[in-house]
């Protein structure tokens, strides 16, 4: 838990590298964790990598798909692609 809420901070203070450390270290010490694959789809949407985050979505989703973290990002993903239905 530690190394996402770390992960968490530094996206907040928006040193990007770190908070991909620190969520590479919570899924490899919980590798069935879906928050994790989440919170990185928020990182790659801040940094304008649709293909990131889609990954990390595929991924989040294929953990725990009715997690209501991954449902949310999934939403805000798909309204960055304009995907207004399926976003809602």
Not at 42 to 53: N, T, V
């Amino acid at each position: 838990y530690i190394h996402n809420e770390l992960g968490n901070l530094q996206l907040r203070l928006g040193n990007r590298d770190s908070a991909s450390y620190h969520f590479d270290i919570a899924s490899t010490l919980s590798p069935t964790w879906a928050i994790p694959w989440s919170n990185r789809m928020r990182l790659h949407l801040m940094a304008g990598s649709a293909d990131k985050a889609r990954e990390a979505y595929r991924i989040a989703d294929s953990l725990q798909s009715d997690l209501a973290f991954v449902r949310m990002n999934a939403g805000l993903m798909m309204e960055q692609e304009k995907r207004w239905l399926d976003a809602e």
